[in-house]
């Protein structure tokens, strides 16, 4: 069976070259970051929208690799990738210390227009990663969104927002993940 290709989905600010979703890029063959046209002041519907237009490009079958505020922007993706079928194509999705877009005294006022935080459960396989200091969303209500969304939910310690500011540049647990959701494809 043909591997699936990674999606790899930045958050607000986009991930830089030294961040893990760089590094996780660079070490999966034909992963591919999808680019948004504004990354400093997402307008939500935008964003969603060329998510479904790349994952309906995409030959086969999709693992959705999210960190942030792109961590909800799949949530309310899958709503309508579900009108359109093309969530059949997601073998599943690593969603990775998810912003809570509904705190105004956690997220940034930019990524605010992501919220409400979808609470249908995700059609496909997912892992939720938080961790006990993330700055951008308490380890409580990341593990909420993961009871919303069905998805399995780890626990990572105290790792800050699993960004490069947090020491992620490498990160050996994210590849691991990752594959194992690729392997659910064969």
């Not at 509904?102 to 409400?116: I, K, Q, T």
Request: glycine fraction near 10%; include cysteine; charge should be negative.
């Amino acid at each position: 069976m043909t591997q699936p290709t990674v999606l790899i989905l930045p958050g607000l600010g986009n991930s830089g070259t030294e961040h893990w979703q760089s590094w996780l890029q660079n070490r999966i063959p034909g992963a591919r970051r999808v680019d948004q046209d504004e990354w400093d002041h997402p307008v939500p519907a935008d964003w969603v929208a060329r998510l479904e237009s790349v994952v309906a490009a995409t030959p086969g079958r999709v693992v959705l690799v999210a960190h942030s505020s792109a961590c909800v922007m799949v949530a309310h993706w899958a709503a309508v990738g579900q009108r359109s079928g093309t969530v059949n194509k997601i073998v599943g999705a690593l969603l990775v210390g998810p912003s809570d877009v509904e705190s105004p005294e956690r997220a940034p006022p930019a990524v605010h227009g992501f919220a409400p935080v979808p609470t249908d459960p995700l059609p496909f396989t997912t892992m939720v990663v938080g961790s006990d200091d993330d700055p951008y969303c308490s380890t409580e209500r990341a593990c909420a969104f993961a009871v919303l969304w069905g998805a399995d939910f780890i626990n990572a310690g105290a790792v800050g927002h699993i960004n490069v500011a947090s020491g992620f540049g490498p990160w050996p647990l994210g590849e691991t993940l990752v594959k194992e959701l690729m392997a659910l494809a064969n």
